[in-house]
């Protein structure tokens, strides 16, 4: 399955984080901005290439130290249809590298439009008998509100493929709790009722590591919910947003980590793209100031979770 | 508000209806392939410009009897960055035509990462200084799982740019009741919760004729819950999809209309777009036959709700 891919680089870098990609381009230096005007104009497309330019060099200064990638696809489509293909661009070449690769776009609908979607990010378009991988990605986020039907044709396309998915169970923003955090009649809250579904859409996709293909999104800004779904979601792979800027700490995230070590990748995205500023250094230097940060974070995680193995939970 | 010009368009054309454009490949009619193909090879490029054009020839024979068309980022996204070029000039398109167009994108996150979906679909992106108009569409569907941090960025695009959201509510699908349809501890269900938080959110976006930027998407499958919702959803327009083909009919999407026969836009999609099939006719006469079916479509929904007046519910 896609996630012992995943599981295996985080044990052979010991550090289970990934960098987000979502890059404003006000993060973007003026020496790459400037660049890519000059080539494309102030233009989408010049806008696109700077952002491709970008990820490129964060690709570069971490690859060989942060197991993964997580492009959010909100700031590629923003640019339109040259934001899209700088997204393809940015998979591929993470790819390349070596990095897993976990596209962020948090799609949902049903049957044959969700088959689309799981054609799209995680396996391959068929014109007319000619196959392609329209943007490529090992794992994507998704969004089961509309239950089973949303969620079945992904995991047709992971057993195929060997793709995985992160469902939206507990997210990190304040305002997650006005509908995830309320009781069902019996008790239950709406996100339990999301991890109790995600072990059961797992269940036909099991993991060498005792990790299904259905991991979960689980934010850092709560610790108390990380620590009971880490309980009752035994088989899920967590992703981890909210670490960093929205306040999440190693302490808060140390409860998403099974007694191995194994059990989550933790995310930061802004505060990898901008350690320059933290670092009181020039933006023109972000990457070197990206790999500091992103050496810190591993460490600070490492220091609680302890040495990751690959025995099976 | 964006959808009083909606509810304009459907009281002039008397016709409550959007046609869904989910152009498979295989909709496309071997004429249009075979052109496409021949000029681009059987390549994303091929498929991206092939369905663009059976969406002109779509828009064409329907752009001056149906108010609305509702592209599915889905069948566009499948086709990679060539397919997102390909939905971006389907909406001008459309919209050069007149037409009202709603993105069905079902997107969703927080934050500033929501402003950059509201951005790239409803509003502008900035590029140093310089607007561009991504997508371009009058409408967006959104899913609310993740609260108002999720939304909140999304009302003030579409108050500054007179554009409109529709949010997930009750959905066509059968297991949709997995979720959707569960009861908390006081009674109200998960789906009616959804819809209340709308009209909170709608209101701080009234319209003209009663109805806020803030509309609902609610399946045309479940005539009970449309009905319940319509009264409790006062100030929501909905968007009623699974006519047609998902086995929604005019009488079952009859209580999404208030007293005035106005309150709802009813979507199909597989029904216009692969009319010729019903109508036993040749597949290069998918135009004709997809303007009959949407007549018909009209007719048979007027029957059952009335002439459509603009009086303000």
Redesign the interface.
């Known amino acids: 399955m896609a996630f012992d891919r995943l599981i295996e680089r985080i044990a052979e870098m010991q550090n289970p984080t990934v960098a987000g990609l ?1 890059p ?2 006000e993060y973007v230096p003026e020496s790459i ?1 400037s660049k890519a ?1 000059s080539q494309y104009g ?3 497309d ?2 696109a290439s700077a952002i491709l330019e970008f990820n490129r060099k964060i690709i570069d200064a971490l690859c060989d130290i942060v197991p993964a990638v997580k492009p ?1 696809c ?2 590629y ?9 700088a ?2 661009d940015t998979v591929a070449y993470a790819k390349s590298k070596g990095m897993f690769v976990i596209t962020d776009g ?9 088959a ?2 799981a ?3 995680l396996g391959e ?6 196959k ?1 991988s ?2 490529g990605a090992d794992a994507l986020t998704v ?8 969620i079945q044709p992904l995991l047709d396309v992971c057993r195929e493929q060997n793709k995985g998915i992160f469902v ?1 169970v507990k ?10 955090d ?4 019996g ?1 239950e809250l ?1 996100y339990e ?2 991890g109790r ?1 995600c072990e059961e859409w797992g269940a036909s996709l099991p993991g060498k590591y005792g990790y299904s293909g259905v991991g979960a999104v689980v934010g850092a800004t709560f610790p108390a919910q990380l620590a009971e779904l880490r309980n009752s979601m035994a088989h899920a792979f967590f992703l981890v947003p909210g670490y960093g800027t929205q306040g999440g700490s190693a302490e808060s995230v140390a409860p998403a980590f099974g007694k191995n070590g194994c059990g989550a990748v933790v995310n930061a995205s802004r505060s990898i793209l901008c350690a320059w500023k933290a670092q009181n250094d020039s933006q023109e230097n972000f990457a070197e100031c990206a790999r500091r940060e992103a050496i810190s974070m591993r460490d600070s995680i490492i220091k609680q979770v302890g040495k990751i193995s690959l025995e099976k939970v």
């Open positions: 979502d404003k381009l901005r005007f102030r233009t989408l010049g806008a959010q909100a700031y489509e923003m640019y339109g249809w040259q934001g899209m293909k997204l393809h948090k799609r949902n609908d049903i049957g044959s439009t969700m689309a979607y054609a799209a990010h378009t068929d014109v007319c008998g000619k392609f329209a943007f969004n089961g509100y509309l239950g089973s039907d949303g939206l997210t990190s923003n304040p305002s997650s709790d006005e509908l995830q309320q009781a069902f009649e008790g709406l009722a999301m579904f």
